[in-house]
């Protein structure tokens, strides 16, 4: 019984050490984004991420296709600020016309899918 102790007591000791660790030196732990540098870009983006994931928290009907819409229409919401924000500080022509891209097809099917709920 001592040695099961002693081994959980080393289990939860590294289980606690290896984060502090990680985060004492500035690695990037899994799940977390590392820090950005602050940018008026970097603000935009991650405005349109905070106001996409608190939108996509929708009450769930129980009918997939219908929670699929609702979902998807703040998420396509997010790729349309995002690709703005590129617009407005972005320099590369090529990420710029993919943004314009996305912009117009999110749009697009952001439409689709206001259309649809409004039928069902």
């Keep these: 019984m001592k040695r ?4 959980s ?16 030196q500035g690695m990037n732990m899994p799940g ?3 820090a950005a540098p602050e940018t008026p870009a970097t603000t935009a ?5 905070d106001a996409m994931m608190a939108a996509m928290h929708v ?6 296709d219908r929670d699929f819409v609702l979902m998807m229409i703040p998420h396509h919401q997010g790729a349309v600020d995002m690709a703005r924000v590129v617009l407005e500080f972005g320099t590369d022509p090529t990420i710029r016309a ?17 259309a649809w709920l409004a039928a069902h």
């Design 4 to 7: 099961t102790s002693l081994f």
């Design 98 to 114: 993919m943004a314009e891209a996305i912009i117009a097809a999110q749009e697009a099917e952001i439409a689709e899918f206001e």
């Design 45 to 49: 983006y991650l405005a349109a991420h």
């Design 32 to 34: 977390m984004a590392p």
């Design 9 to 24: 007591l080393v289990g939860l000791g590294a289980l606690i050490a290896v984060p502090v660790v990680v985060l004492a």
């Design 59 to 64: 009450e769930l009907t129980g009918d997939p």
